[in-house]
């Protein structure tokens, strides 16, 4: 194995996106612009204008479903398959996401998180991709720039373990637009630790032929979803080895589907996803030094929900504050109701309060984090919530 | 023969599958229609008659599947691998050559 020396880069989160496809020699790329994700397909269709790419069919399409289908007919030829949305476009691939998930083809796409309208936003919001929960795509959430570049990397590779397709989300302008320092792996070593995919089953495989999209009824349609569990429930076991071999080879581990910071000896914890957890992270920082006994939880996979994970920190706490940049109207915060349904028939009992922060791309500070600090101390002393859901930053 | 749902037997249409073990996958449908008949839905059954027949072929061009073909003596015939019984070529005829008649199975 050759020797890994990084080739540092200041990158958006966006060009971070399209490196990893370069490097991941996706051969092809279903194109529509949307903002903000346009500059990651703008970036690759560079790429190939320059001669940078070899082998890559890219597809320009007529809308996002469309982008899918293309995605979908690709991935179903045996070919490693990608794509890039936001919010709204990513609404419109709703049907097709089953499609893709439906056939286990691991598609990868990355979805810029992007408030749904109306009114109208371009700002970051977690509720877009996490609408597409019931999909059967796993999701991975990138606190930065080098989360998306690696994010994507890995996620071919987990695609196409268990068959299943990916979405790797980041967030919009904090992320996508914003420049920052990125390691990225020589080509030859991402080659030995993303090799060839082989596929499942392939359309171009004439001595063979099959069919796709075919009618189950109601005698077969339940056990392929009983497969997709299944698949689910395989891929925590392969995002853990994949994230420790990417953690071997290039010095950055993943393993763990919760990434813990200052957790240890922790009164309590602040748990989300995304870019928000940057700041949370430097402010646990801060707290410390301020006598605060906090840590902090960062969800990097809400898909497959890593409820073991979770369970170990709440065994170990007396209180979790979920910060949820997303809403699902009629209930709470989303990463909120899952971790708390996950909570309800184990022994872990800790305080969890939610804290909805951010929405359509609202500052989320350091000094946010502090005053929701003062607030869960407050209640830990005391025993008990004041509020379930706490619309945090509401103008009162 | 090899189907989604395992060996096609001798006569059989469909094969169930007693266990999730025995399932693929993915839901694919192992081979194409050259292979797995679609014939098999239908209650009615076209018949030609010769004698009307003035081989206008707009059977053929309307058959949707197409199960009609064109018989070496310039007649029609008639695929029921992949006849699905609709009717339309019995609809469109002009010289009602073609009936749709019960199958009996």
Redesign the interface.
Known sequence: MAEYKPIRKVVSGNYAAAYAVKHARVEVVAAYPITPQTSIIEKIAEFLANGEIEGLEYVPVESEHSAMAACIGASATGARAFTATSAQGLALMHEMLHWAS???LPIVMVDVNRAMAPPWSVWDDQTDSLSQRDTGWMQFYAENNQEVYDGVLMAFKIAETV?LPAMVVESAFILSHTYDVVEMIPQELVDEFLPPRKP??TLTDFD???????L?GP??YY??R??IQK?MEKAEKVIHEVGKEFGERFGRDYSQMIELYRTEDADFVFMGMGSLMGTVKQAVDILREEGYKVGAAKVRWFRPFPKKELYELAKSVEGIAVLDRNFSFGQEGILFNEAKGALYNTDAKPLIKNYIVGLGGRDFTVNDVRKIAENMKAIIDKGELDVEVDWYHLKR | MNT??GERKEGATKI??KS?DE?P????????????FTGDWRTFIPVIDDDKCVKCYICWKFCPEPAIFIREDGYVGVDYDYCKGCGICANECPTNAITMEKEEK
């Open positions: 439906g056939a286990r068959n499942l089953y063979n032929p099959i069919a796709v999209g075919a189950g005698n077969d056990e392929f009983y497969k698949a | 989604l749902f169930v599958l999730v399932y996958e993915a839901p694919i449908t192992l081979g194409t229609t050259l292979v797995n």
